[in-house]
Nanobody, 120 residues
């Protein structure tokens, strides 16, 4: 059974930092493209960041570039999202995603989400 368990969310003041973790079980993270997505109230889920299997490349939404950093520790089967200089508009539920694709065959797994609230 595949599980992605996010942690590290919470309430933080504007300008503050949080580090989210996503611990995976039932899959080998090293063969998956891992990503973080978020969904704010009344909005669609959006991509925050993804990181390739080799960690050689990462992709970020324009709104978080320069503030967020995605990383992975394949030995721990864990992915992280370091969030700095947080803004109220970063408030959302953050979801971890594991994506694998070979040709036309693909699989996606999602965590249950962790709430991040940026407010003074």
């Amino acid at each position: 059974q595949v599980q992605l368990v996010e942690s590290g969310g919470g309430l933080v003041q504007p300008g503050g930092s949080l580090r989210l973790s996503c611990a995976a079980s039932g899959i080998i993270v090293s063969i998956y493209t891992m990503g973080w997505y978020r969904q704010a109230p009344g909005k669609q889920r959006e991509l925050v960041a993804t990181i390739a299997t080799s960690s050689a490349s990462a992709n970020y939404a324009d709104s978080v570039k320069g503030r967020f950093t995605i990383s992975r520790d394949n030995a721990k089967n864990t992915v992280y999202l370091q969030m700095n200089s947080l803004k109220p508009e970063d408030t959302a539920i953050y979801y971890c995603n594991a994506h694998w694709q070979a040709g036309f065959v693909s699989s996606d797994y999602w965590g249950q989400g962790t709430q991040v609230t940026v407010s003074s």
